[in-house]
């Protein structure tokens, strides 16, 4: 269900998300090791465009065909090439020790628990030695809880499942991501709240990003 709720949305507009790459991922491109860089939740491409220019072999999948669609036609206007499909993250194999880079770019709080563990150990071993992860998620403090909770079924404290369209909403601790990501090394670590300004409304978020790796000799 929740796939028609994400298809719905691309059909219905474009630039979701704007066009800018995630201003960490942007920050230190230069730490990302030559190789593959997968983008799990793709969107439009806005990430996954920007390591393409930058000569990365980039793939990503994204449960709306609509927005794969549109990541595709972006990199084959600017001679890009990125490889993009239509898939649930949780069922995507990949492959161990192979990635420079994979990105979760608000992705994450969109499943249970026990699919954020899965996803995660499966993102650890999928990373070569030195490369890196990228992760931004809710915390427990953003404004969205408060609707989440009046509107869904709770599953557990920080977690919500909506009925009706089949989405989770899950809301992370600073300690909860730490544990989930340990042994990686911290790159960069923020909590913060700010205008968003990308889609909708303005309306205020309250989030974790992380960019961490994975030591060299591991
Ligand atoms: C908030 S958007 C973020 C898009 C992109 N990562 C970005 O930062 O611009 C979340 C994306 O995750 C995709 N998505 C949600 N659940 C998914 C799943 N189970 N498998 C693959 N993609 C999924 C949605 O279709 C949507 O494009």
Redesign the pocket.
Known sequence: M?REI?EQA?QEKTD??GRRP?HVLSDYQSLVPDGRVF??????G??ALFFAERGYAVEG????AT?VERCGQLAMANGWHVNAST????G?PLEEGQYALL?F???LP??HPEDISCIIEKAKKALQPGGLLYINVFDRDDPSRAKAEAACTHLDAHTFRNEATGMYHHYFSEEELASLLAPLSTIYWSSSRFLDLTHGEPHEHSTIEVLCQKEMDE
């Open positions: 929740s994400w691309y979701w998300w995630n983008d799990a939740g793709i969107g439009e806005r990430n999948v994204d449960l709306s927005a898939a649930d993250l949780r995507y990105i770019s608000s992705i969109f499943f």
